[in-house]
Protein backbone atom coordinates (compact mmCIF):
# COMPACT_ATOMS: atom_id res chain seq x y z
CA UNK A 1 0.00 0.00 0.00
CA UNK A 2 1.07 3.18 -0.59
CA UNK A 3 -0.12 6.66 0.56
CA UNK A 4 -0.51 9.31 -1.87
CA UNK A 5 1.13 12.89 -2.27
CA UNK A 6 -1.63 14.54 -0.79
CA UNK A 7 -2.04 12.83 1.96
CA UNK A 8 2.02 12.88 2.51
CA UNK A 9 1.56 16.86 2.50
CA UNK A 10 -1.79 16.81 4.42
CA UNK A 11 0.11 15.42 7.11
CA UNK A 12 2.99 18.00 6.81
CA UNK A 13 0.33 21.03 6.60
CA UNK A 14 -0.91 19.87 10.03
CA UNK A 15 2.28 19.28 11.46
CA UNK A 16 3.26 22.74 10.19
CA UNK A 17 0.05 23.91 11.90
CA UNK A 18 0.93 22.31 15.27
CA UNK A 19 4.25 23.22 15.28
CA UNK A 20 3.17 27.18 14.58
CA UNK A 21 0.75 27.16 17.61
CA UNK A 22 -0.78 30.10 18.58
CA UNK A 23 -0.53 31.49 15.27
CA UNK A 24 -1.97 31.63 11.45
CA UNK A 25 0.00 29.70 9.05
CA UNK A 26 -0.48 30.64 5.69
CA UNK A 27 0.18 28.86 2.51
CA UNK A 28 2.88 30.43 1.33
CA UNK A 29 4.99 30.23 4.07
CA UNK A 30 4.15 26.19 4.49
CA UNK A 31 4.81 25.82 0.54
CA UNK A 32 8.36 27.25 1.00
CA UNK A 33 9.04 25.59 4.62
CA UNK A 34 8.44 22.07 2.27
CA UNK A 35 9.15 23.31 -1.20
CA UNK A 36 6.10 22.91 -2.73
CA UNK A 37 3.54 24.77 -4.88
CA UNK A 38 1.02 26.91 -2.81
CA UNK A 39 -1.37 25.86 -5.67
CA UNK A 40 -1.17 22.26 -4.31
CA UNK A 41 -1.80 23.12 -0.87
CA UNK A 42 -4.36 25.11 -1.42
CA UNK A 43 -5.99 21.95 -3.10
CA UNK A 44 -5.47 19.87 -0.21
CA UNK A 45 -6.41 22.23 2.17
CA UNK A 46 -10.05 22.19 1.11
CA UNK A 47 -10.70 18.10 1.89
CA UNK A 48 -9.14 18.84 5.31
CA UNK A 49 -11.40 21.79 5.85
CA UNK A 50 -14.25 20.69 5.29
CA UNK A 51 -13.20 17.72 7.65
CA UNK A 52 -12.75 20.07 10.07
CA UNK A 53 -9.39 19.07 10.67
CA UNK A 54 -8.11 23.16 10.14
CA UNK A 55 -9.95 25.74 9.98
CA UNK A 56 -9.27 28.86 7.66
CA UNK A 57 -9.44 32.57 8.51
CA UNK A 58 -9.78 34.75 5.63
CA UNK A 59 -8.47 38.19 5.05
CA UNK A 60 -4.82 40.33 4.12
CA UNK A 61 -3.94 38.63 7.50
CA UNK A 62 -5.71 35.29 7.55
CA UNK A 63 -4.36 31.95 7.18
CA UNK A 64 -4.58 28.75 8.50
CA UNK A 65 -4.73 26.87 11.85
CA UNK A 66 -5.65 23.53 13.32
CA UNK A 67 -9.43 24.10 15.29
CA UNK A 68 -8.34 21.39 17.99
CA UNK A 69 -5.42 20.41 19.71
CA UNK A 70 -2.99 18.17 17.73
CA UNK A 71 -3.12 15.66 20.23
CA UNK A 72 -6.45 15.07 19.08
CA UNK A 73 -6.14 14.98 15.53
CA UNK A 74 -4.56 11.42 14.27
CA UNK A 75 -3.11 10.24 11.43
CA UNK A 76 -5.74 7.86 10.44
CA UNK A 77 -8.24 10.68 10.74
CA UNK A 78 -5.73 12.07 8.17
CA UNK A 79 -5.84 9.19 5.77
CA UNK A 80 -9.40 8.78 5.54
CA UNK A 81 -10.30 12.19 4.15
CA UNK A 82 -7.35 12.35 1.80
CA UNK A 83 -7.15 8.82 0.21
CA UNK A 84 -9.72 7.77 -2.35
CA UNK A 85 -9.43 4.39 -2.33
CA UNK A 86 -7.95 1.37 0.40
CA UNK A 87 -8.69 -1.56 -2.21
CA UNK A 88 -5.66 -3.46 -1.92
CA UNK A 89 -6.90 -6.17 -4.64
CA UNK A 90 -9.81 -6.62 -6.95
CA UNK A 91 -11.53 -8.64 -4.76
CA UNK A 92 -11.94 -5.01 -1.83
CA UNK A 93 -14.02 -3.37 -5.22
CA UNK A 94 -17.91 -3.21 -5.51
CA UNK A 95 -19.10 -4.60 -8.44
CA UNK A 96 -18.00 -7.59 -10.79
CA UNK A 97 -14.83 -9.67 -9.90
CA UNK A 98 -13.50 -11.64 -12.58
CA UNK A 99 -11.89 -14.27 -9.82
CA UNK A 100 -13.70 -17.58 -9.49
CA UNK A 101 -12.50 -17.82 -5.71
CA UNK A 102 -13.67 -14.38 -4.85
CA UNK A 103 -16.73 -15.95 -2.44
CA UNK A 104 -14.40 -18.33 -1.37
CA UNK A 105 -10.82 -17.04 -1.34
CA UNK A 106 -8.72 -16.54 2.39
CA UNK A 107 -7.40 -13.62 0.82
CA UNK A 108 -9.93 -10.89 0.72
CA UNK A 109 -9.80 -12.01 4.70
CA UNK A 110 -6.44 -11.45 5.16
CA UNK A 111 -5.77 -7.92 3.03
CA UNK A 112 -8.89 -6.77 5.88
CA UNK A 113 -7.23 -8.08 8.98
CA UNK A 114 -4.09 -6.40 7.51
CA UNK A 115 -5.50 -3.12 6.25
CA UNK A 116 -7.82 -3.13 9.69
CA UNK A 117 -4.31 -2.91 11.45
CA UNK A 118 -2.85 -0.61 9.74
CA UNK A 119 -5.36 1.89 10.48
CA UNK A 120 -5.41 0.65 14.29
CA UNK A 121 -1.47 1.99 14.12
CA UNK A 122 -2.77 5.31 12.47
CA UNK A 123 -5.17 5.94 14.73
CA UNK A 124 -2.57 5.47 17.60
CA UNK A 125 -0.26 8.54 16.35
CA UNK A 126 -1.83 12.10 16.88
CA UNK A 127 -0.41 15.06 14.89
CA UNK A 128 1.17 15.47 18.34
CA UNK A 129 2.84 12.96 18.43
CA UNK A 130 5.41 13.68 15.13
CA UNK A 131 5.99 17.21 16.12
CA UNK A 132 6.83 17.04 19.64
CA UNK A 133 8.78 14.09 18.89
CA UNK A 134 11.41 16.59 16.59
CA UNK A 135 12.78 19.14 18.85
CA UNK A 136 13.77 20.72 16.22
CA UNK A 137 11.14 21.35 14.18
CA UNK A 138 10.43 25.15 13.98
CA UNK A 139 13.90 25.79 13.15
CA UNK A 140 13.83 23.12 10.63
CA UNK A 141 10.52 24.21 9.20
CA UNK A 142 11.67 28.38 9.25
CA UNK A 143 9.08 28.95 11.42
CA UNK A 144 11.34 29.92 14.45
CA UNK A 145 14.96 30.33 13.78
CA UNK A 146 17.37 29.87 16.89
CA UNK A 147 18.28 32.73 17.87
CA UNK A 148 22.42 33.68 17.37
CA UNK A 149 23.47 33.55 20.19
CA UNK A 150 26.92 35.63 20.66
CA UNK A 151 29.76 33.29 22.74
CA UNK A 152 30.48 34.36 26.12
CA UNK A 153 32.94 36.80 26.54
CA UNK A 154 36.55 35.24 27.93
CA UNK A 155 36.84 36.66 31.42
CA UNK A 156 40.47 38.79 31.88
CA UNK A 157 42.73 37.49 34.66
CA UNK A 158 45.32 40.29 36.02
CA UNK A 159 48.82 39.83 34.93
Known amino acids: MRLTKQTNYAVRILMY ?11 PEIAKAYGVSELFLFKILQPLNKAGL ?7 NGGVRLPKPASQITLFDVVKVTEDSFSMAECFDAGEVDCPLVDSCGLNTALRKALNAFFDVLSQYSIDDLVKSRPQINFLLG ?12 PQTAA
Do not use: F, K, M, W
Not at 21 to 27: K, M, Q, T, V
Not at 54 to 60: F, H, N, W
Not at 143 to 154: F, G, R, S
Open 54 to 60: VETVRGR
Open 143 to 154: IDPLPYVAPAAQ
Open 17 to 27: CAANEGHLSRI
